[in-house]
């Protein structure tokens, strides 16, 4: 009796086992399948535009080079300070090319009155002979004193053309000097502002030296380059579409001014630049533009 009632309750737990899989089975079979998670869009790429990028220019932009060999005086312009034309930025030692200014004027003077003295000399002279002339006519003199009183007139008036010569030679030498002295003033070449500074007062330079960068802030240009196939499409005077990448939410509009009559055989590509329309107050030269332009049909 034991033994049935062992063997039956072996049969029973077994039987229970067994539902309980079929009921996991069920349940693990009946389970919906979770939706698949949305993927993020993908970005397209328009077939209709093209995107070209160049820097934004100015055409006045360059280094401003010592012209003679000095000493820096004295520095007056800083990176970031406005300038016009002409205004001095910088000064070098002129002491001793004052120096030399002054005794070629001194020598310029001292010509001019010579000059003059020979000049009234000549007056006496061709007085003299036009007093000579009229003794001869009257014959109360030899023509060998007639002679005399000629060639001695016609000697100084020579006299007077050499020291007009001699007083041009010294007036351009004074004007030389006047130019090397104008040399030690460093002054801006076109207005604009000044972006970097190299020297310091008290340092030597030589001629060819840089001192200052100038650049111009106005007015901006684009440059870029187009593939070959927008040689047609491209003209002077066509309105363009620019954004900055530094700048959010920024639209520029530029106008075409000039266009590569050729194409740059090593890229195959058409140089072009614009102009940029309206405000620009947030843009400096050396920034990047992104131009949009419709591909050629």
Not at 38 to 47: E, G, H, L, R, Y
């Amino acid at each position: 009796m034991t033994r049935a009632l062992q063997l039956a309750g072996v049969a029973i737990l077994g039987m229970m086992m067994l539902g309980c899989g079929q009921s996991n089975t069920t349940a693990t079979a009946a389970a919906p399948a979770a939706p698949p998670l949305p993927s993020a869009p993908k970005p397209v790429a328009s077939d209709d535009s093209f995107v070209a990028i160049g820097p934004v220019v100015v055409e006045n932009q360059l280094d401003v080079a010592a012209q003679r060999e000095g000493i820096v005086d004295k520095t007056l312009a800083e990176p970031g300070t406005a300038v016009h034309k002409g205004q001095l930025l910088a000064a070098l030692d002129d002491r001793q090319i004052s120096a030399d200014l002054e005794a070629a004027r001194a020598k310029t003077r001292s010509i001019e009155a010579d000059l003059k003295n020979w000049e009234a000399e000549a007056k006496v002279l061709d007085s003299d002979y036009q007093r000579a002339q009229k003794m001869w006519d009257a014959q109360l003199i030899t023509k060998e004193q007639l002679d005399h009183a000629k060639y001695k007139a016609e000697s100084d008036q020579w006299d007077v053309k050499r020291v007009q010569e001699l007083l041009v030679n010294a007036r351009q030498a004074e004007r030389s000097l006047e130019l090397e002295l104008e040399k030690t003033r460093v002054r801006a070449p076109f207005s604009g502002m000044v972006a970097r500074r190299y020297v310091r007062a008290g340092q030597k330079v030589a001629i060819g030296d840089r001192l200052f960068w100038v650049t111009a802030t106005a007015p901006l240009r684009v440059k870029f380059t187009l593939p070959e196939r927008f040689l047609a499409r491209v003209r002077r005077g066509d309105e363009l579409s620019l954004t900055f990448p530094e700048l959010q939410d920024s639209k520029y509009r530029a106008k075409v001014i000039e266009v590569s009559p050729v194409v740059d055989p090593a890229s195959g590509t058409i140089e072009v630049l614009a102009e940029l329309v309206g405000s620009t107050a947030q843009l400096r030269p050396g920034m990047t533009a992104q131009i949009q332009l419709n591909k050629p049909q």
